[in-house]
T-cell receptor, first 112, second 114 residues
Framework: NAGVTQTPKFQVLKTGQSMTLQCAQD?????MSWYRQDPGMGLRLIHY???????DQGEVPNGYNVSRSTTEDFPLRLLSAAPSQTSVYFC???????????FGPGTRLLVL | SQQGEEDPQALSIQEGENATMNCSYK?????LQWYRQNSGRGLVHLIL?????REKHSGRLRVTLDTSKKSSSLLITASRAADTASYFC??????????????FGTGTQLKVEL
């Protein structure tokens, strides 16, 4: 199994541009989520999904959009990038809400 | 808000020594997980301990959980240079939408010197 994969690894955007961060898992996990990691802030939950077709907001959802059309994929869309969205983004998945969350390698995003 | 707070923030030891990191949290938990993150890399899951467990082992790792004190500790025995990384505890909170959220602390930076 490849586990949780994320693309791209690194991206530079200009303010106002949009982009999609890709996340995929091949473990047949129902639960998927997006976190961002900022210095001194730890990881914070952006959006999560408990299954295909179901998404919900986390702590810091503003400026981000998600969809879950398949069990495997959970893309994160930045609608209009802002410098405050400069961060490292991690996707995670788990079999169930009581189970271990497995993280992808991260996407480092710089918004100029 | 940060649920887990690790202590110490930084720890430097010699190879072969044991390393102990502590985590305190504020609210009731379902489980607590420990992760490792090498500089610039992703998070690697180390161990999950459930709220009804008191101690768990995995290789050179030993995790304890004291729900009465709302604290956990991670012990790495016979440390190696490859253990150099940041270590995070994460508490699990169930969300009204049916999912769960991990709340991470700011981590302990462990440096193991040869």
């Amino acid at each position: 199994n490849a586990g949780v994969t994320q693309t791209p690894k690194f991206q530079v955007l200009k303010t106002g541009q949009s982009m999609t961060l890709q996340c995929a898992q091949d473990m047949n996990h129902e639960y998927m989520s997006w976190y961002r990691q900022d210095p001194g802030m730890g990881l914070r939950l952006i959006h999560y999904s408990v299954g295909a077709g179901i998404t919900d907001q986390g702590e810091v959802p503003n400026g981000y959009n998600v969809s879950r059309s398949t069990t495997e994929d959970f893309p994160l869309r930045l609608l209009s990038a802002a410098p405050s969205q400069t961060s490292v983004y991690f996707c995670a998945s788990s079999y169930g809400r009581k189970e271990t969350q497995y993280f992808g390698p991260g996407t480092r995003l710089l918004v100029l | 808000s940060q649920q887990g707070e690790e202590d110490p923030q930084a720890l430097s030891i010699q190879e072969g020594e044991n390393a102990t990191m502590n985590c305190s949290y504020k609210t009731s938990i379902n489980n607590l997980q420990w992760y490792r993150q090498n500089s610039g890399r992703g998070l690697v899951h180390l161990i999950l301990i459930r709220s009804n467990e008191r101690e768990k082992h995995s290789g050179r790792l030993r995790v304890t959980l004291d729900t009465s004190k709302k604290s956990s500790s991670l012990l790495i025995t016979a440390s190696r240079a490859a253990d150099t990384a940041s270590y995070f505890c994460a508490t699990d909170e169930w969300l009204t939408g049916g999912g769960n959220k991990l709340t991470f602390g700011t981590g302990t930076q462990l440096k193991v010197e040869l």
